[in-house]
């Protein structure tokens, strides 16, 4: 809202301007597994994380919040994984809404105890490739 009311936009593109120019020899995605960082080493649940980003949205009016930080995403939802050389984090993005939380990330990388962890927080997983589109009709 307060972009609107500034005259500022987000334009979400089809397909990614750096793919575009990168297209014949980008290598693959990395396809590790993530994991679940204990809480008892994280300091806090991350239901308890996402309740205190919630109320800091509350305070500033915000309806949303896109955590694109690969490791803001990790702290957040206390994840680990190996997707970037000797830094413990996995490719994906978060949306935190006032009554929801989104994952984007490759499910292939999600095992079964960290998909029900993520459940039990009420965290709703979606494809990578989704959040783009997803993060544009917010």
């Not at 649940?45 to 309740?51: I, N």
């Not at 990330?105 to 927080?121: F, N, Q, S």
Request: with cysteine; glycine share 6%.
């Amino acid at each position: 809202r307060r972009l609107d009311a500034a005259g500022v936009g987000l334009r979400c593109f089809e397909e990614s301007l750096v793919d575009m120019v990168w297209a014949g020899d980008r290598p693959p995605r990395p396809g590790a597994p993530a994991r679940l960082h204990p809480e008892h080493v994280a300091g806090r649940s991350a239901s308890e994380k996402l309740a205190l980003v919630r109320t800091a949205m509350a305070a500033e009016g915000a309806d949303a919040l896109v955590v694109a930080a690969l490791d803001e995403v990790a702290y957040l939802l206390n994840l680990r994984g190996a997707d970037v050389h000797c830094t413990p984090v996995v490719l994906a993005y978060a949306v935190v809404q006032t009554d929801s939380a989104t994952l984007f990330v490759d499910g292939a990388k999600l095992p079964e105890d960290v998909r029900a962890a993520l459940a039990a927080t009420g965290v709703v997983v979606e494809p990578y490739a989704a959040a783009a589109r997803r993060i544009a009709d917010l």
